[in-house]
Every structure is written in structure tokens, then in C-alpha cells.
């Protein structure tokens, strides 16, 4: 099992300790959820002004001794309820990757990366609502002292959804096999089968695995 760390954000002293209820037992939640062994997390400060009450950790993929994926994830509370939400809860993630040429060349990467994750929600059985996000790619070429590196197309996912089923638990084993599917390894489960209304290519194949040093 995972350790998953947070940092609640205070408002007007507000401690961790005297949060309310709800939000302290969907942190308790994320930090009972089972990860894919690939997958490290590290507790991170949570943003101050998105809400009253947030939680934030990153997490990385390592295959072999290699960092192939690397991501962050918040968890958001506002008591009162925020309209674009549709609810009192937010999960807010970012994603990213190095891409393999062949997959990086692809004029569906967007579709692709958005699928990704909302099949992985499913497969995982996670009620996402009000979903909303990018799928960017960016390139990189370079020069002089480095020019000894190949050039690299990075793939970044940026999504957030509001939890609607309250199993907080597999929303985040949900973002942490996406990022796994990002960083070239297979899906932990089947792709799932398409349900009513909801967005998926169904059956997307995973990246190549990659094996050459992600560069910072």
C-alpha cells in the first residue's frame, strides 16, 4: 500500500485537525487507496486559494530506475459548494510524459491522452463529473552544448473532474494508472466497455515502453 501525504490549506487558523469531517475522511480515504507498485508519491503543499480546504501530493513512475511519468494531483474542498463544479469536491491533475517518436507524430495524440484517462476513471469504476481539461504535446530541439541530445516530444494532461461517487480512493488509482499508461506501461485492468454518455475511444493501446532518461 502507498503513503500518500497532504497539506490541508488554513483559512483563518483553520488547522488540519479542526477540518470538517468530510474532508478528513477523503484525505483518510486517499491514503488508504492500493497504487500500482510503479508508482511514488511524495506529499506537496496544496494551493491556498482554489478553496477553503485542499490536499495535494506528486507522484512519479519509475521503471527499472528510470522516471518515465511524472504527475500532481489536488484535492479540493469548499463546504458551501462551487457552481462549475456541480458539487463541494474537485480533483485538479496534471500529467506528463516523454514520447516515443512514433507516438508523438500521431494526429490523435489529443484524443488518445483524453481517453487514457477516462477509461482509466472507468475501469476503476470512479464517477468523474463535470469533467473538464487539455492534452498538450511539446517539442524540443537542441543546440550548442547540447546539441548531443535528441530532440523530445513531451505529452501533458491537464484534467480535472468533480468526484461524484465520493471513493475518493479510486479516483486517485485511476490518476496514477494513467500516469503509468503515459509513461509506455500497459493499463492495470482491460479497457472497459463504453458506458452511455460517456467520452472514450475504448480499447486504446498503451505507449511503446520507453527506456532512455526523461530530460529535466
Known amino acids: 500500500m502507498a503513503a500518500v501525504g497532504g497539506n490541508p490549506a488554513q483559512s483563518g487558523g483553520t488547522s488540519k485537525e479542526s477540518a470538517p469531517i468530510e474532508f478528513r475522511s477523503a484525505v483518510e480515504a486517499l491514503a488508504g487507496a492500493r497504487l500500482r507498485p ?5 506529499p506537496t503543499p496544496a494551493p491556498r486559494r482554489l478553496a477553503p480546504y485542499s490536499w495535494a501530493v506528486t507522484a512519479s513512475v519509475e521503471v527499472d ?3 518515465v511519468a511524472d504527475g500532481r494531483l489536488v484535492l479540493l474542498y469548499d463546504p458551501a ?8 469536491f474537485r480533483i485538479v491533475t ?4 516523454e514520447l516515443e517518436h512514433e507516438i508523438a507524430d500521431d494526429p490523435m495524440l489529443s484524443e488518445v491522452g483524453w481517453a487514457w484517462l477516462t477509461d482509466s476513471l472507468q475501469t476503476h469504476g470512479a464517477i468523474a463529473g463535470e469533467p473538464s481539461g487539455t492534452v498538450s504535446r511539446s517539442s524540443s530541439q537542441y543546440f ?3 546539441s548531443d541530445r ?5 505529452i501533458e494532461v491537464r484534467a480535472s473532474w468533480t468526484p461524484s461517487d465520493g471513493r475518493f480512493e479510486r479516483h486517485l488509482a485511476a490518476w496514477a494508472d494513467l500516469l503509468c499508461i503515459c509513461g509506455g506501461l500497459p493499463p492495470s485492468m482491460p479497457a472497459p466497455l463504453s458506458l ?21
Do not use: C, I, K
Not at 459548494?81 to 463541494?88: I, K, L, M, V
Not at 452511455?196 to 527506456?211: C, E, F, I, N, Y
Open 38 to 42: 510503479e508508482v511514488q508519491l511524495a
Open 144 to 146: 550548442g552544448a547540447l
Open 94 to 97: 496534471m500529467t506528463r510524459a
Open 150 to 154: 535528441a530532440s523530445s516530444t513531451e
Open 81 to 88: 459548494g462551487q457552481e462549475a463544479w456541480n458539487g463541494e
Open 196 to 216: 452511455p454518455d460517456a467520452p472514450s475511444l475504448g480499447g486504446v493501446v498503451p505507449m511503446p515502453a520507453r527506456r532512455r532518461p526523461r530530460s529535466h
Open 65 to 67: 530506475g528510470e522516471e
